[in-house]
């Protein structure tokens, strides 16, 4: 029952198109052991990820000590730009890949925590297709992080849930 109330609760909230599936729905205590859980169906050891930063450490932690996954940074620059200072570009996950190749880093994901932790930054609906476009031209995994959800006060938040394709 608890996996059919999450579905329903994420179906509704996220405005998705199509009913989440109660099956597909994985319960556990943390993002801790989500991160472990996917780590060894997506990576092998010593693959990296793509992450904005600042950004919550505990995901390099994690994933480092558990496979010794590289985190592959994408600094957010505060300088002020036409949007705000600290937005996200898919530029700045380009030069991230750039810098991952010559690192001779393989990687296999981008993680992407919406809103944004530790910034609060709500990415656009725009941008967030924008990052999903650009994992899929690298044939990246898409590991998002939403949990801060519910806590969006001034900004309209998108669940990437909501998106027709």
Known sequence: SLRDEAAR???????????????NIIVMNGCSSILCALA?????PGDGFLTP???????????GAYLHLQPVYVPLSS????????????????EGMEKGKKQGITIKA???INPQNPLGEVY???LLKECL??????DLHVIMDEIYMLSVMDTEFTSVLSFQE
Do not use: G, W
């Not at 930063?53 to 994933?63: E, H, M, W």
């Open 9 to 23: 609760f994420l179906t509704d909230y996220c405005h998705s198109p199509v009913r989440l599936n109660p099956n």
């Open 53 to 63: 930063t600042p950004y919550y450490p505990r995901i390099a932690v994690d994933l």
């Open 133 to 138: 476009e650009f994992a899929s031209r690298h």
């Open 40 to 44: 060894p169906i997506i990576f092998n």
């Open 110 to 112: 981008l993680i992407l």
């Open 79 to 94: 300088q002020v730009t036409e949007d705000h200072p600290f937005a996200l570009t898919v530029q700045m996950l380009e």
């Open 124 to 126: 656009s609906p725009k």
